[in-house]
């Protein structure tokens, strides 16, 4: 059985997406020094956007305004497996935001081709 995995997205991150045929592609990650990841979910639903780190702090954007479905998330790896390779101030600065739940996250440095569920 394959774990489906979900990339939540505002509008025109929506936008680009379409526009680029449904490729996710990974972003520079301020706090992990630049980074390029793409970050997914188990969750289709999440109660609340804080829980996927999708928060309002740094854009006014409702980031669960679109979900995309990870059609094969071969290169995506749970957090709890990333973090490892990363320093203990990026891993608290992320996990102790509040309403984190990194359980929740997964991660991939690899671009993604996805379909629109929403």
Not at 20 to 29: D, T, V, Y
Not at 72 to 79: E, F, K, N
Not at 91 to 115: F, K, Y
């Amino acid at each position: 059985m394959t774990l489906a995995l979900y990339h939540h997205t505002c509008q025109h991150g929506a936008e680009s997406i379409d526009a680029g045929g449904g490729w996710l592609m990974p972003h520079p990650q301020p706090v992990l020094g630049g980074l390029l990841l793409l970050w997914a979910t188990s969750v289709q639903h999440p109660a609340r956007a804080e829980h996927l780190g999708l928060t309002h702090r740094l854009t006014s954007c409702n980031r669960l305004a679109h979900t995309y479905l990870l059609t094969d998330p071969t290169s995506v790896v749970h957090w709890s497996q990333f973090r490892l390779g990363l320093t203990r101030p990026q891993v608290v600065t992320l996990e102790a935001a509040p309403g984190a739940r990194p359980m929740l996250w997964w991660v991939t440095t690899q671009p993604q081709l996805a379909a629109k569920v929403r």
